[in-house]
């Protein structure tokens, strides 16, 4: 169901805290997608975000779920714009300030963080680094700045289904949102290219993941981002073999 942020945050509030032996399987998740008014960090902004709140025992039916719409102040890139319906005029109209919804969403992600609960995005670092972007512009605390010291000295604790499907999944082409939930038997909730059918159908992906391979259900909070930053690296080693094999420059980024 969809919420306000103070009915998200009580939700928040009146989750449990979880420990770093919970299992990723059994675990709480606050899913997050945003879409954007193009792609670099730093530079283009979020026009929309939603979290969805997961409680493992109730499902769907127990989703808090919070969305945004933003005013940006830069304009749409016309080719993001296509992706994501849009436009600068109806920003303009109907967008939040940015310095109210980016702390909003700020503070419902470390209500989460201080409990445990692990921020869910599908390929993770483009969602996290898109919101530090938008803190950073409108010189508000950052997410690691406004958790309790216990659980800002280990940073985020993030899950990413891309990452995850990487390591565990074989498959061959392309691992988009949309093949992915077709791939693991995912019914979208809405259109894909909107936050919170997005968000929704990302966090749906760890029930089957989990199921179709218990490792994955087993890793514990302890482990989960050490196991995704190796996951990512034994990737992306394999990727760039691939990538000179054919002529062209090898990556050399980080995950989270």
Known sequence: MTMTFDALIAALEQAPHQSEDTQLGS????????????????????????????D?????DGDAEAEWVINPHRRMNPRASAVNGFTDEYLAE?????????????RAIATAQDKHIPLLAYNAPFDVHMLAGDLERWQLPQVSERMEAAASSSGLLVVDPLVIDRAISKRHGKR?????????????????????ADTVAAVDLIKPMSTLYPQVG????GELMDWQRQAHDTWQASFNQWLESRGRAPLHDRWL
């Open 27 to 54: 675990s709480w998740l606050l899913g997050f997608d945003t879409e954007t008014t193009g792609i670099t960090a730093g530079r283009d902004a979020i026009v929309s975000a939603t979290l969805v709140l997961r």
């Open 56 to 60: 493992p025992q109730r499902g769907h």
């Open 94 to 106: 109907h967008g939040m300030e940015p310095t109210d919804a980016i702390d909003q969403i700020a």
């Open 176 to 196: 988009t949102l949309t093949l992915t939930t077709e791939y693991y038997g995912v019914v979208p909730t809405g259109d894909f290219h909107n936050a919170t």
């Open 218 to 221: 087993h890793l514990t909070m």
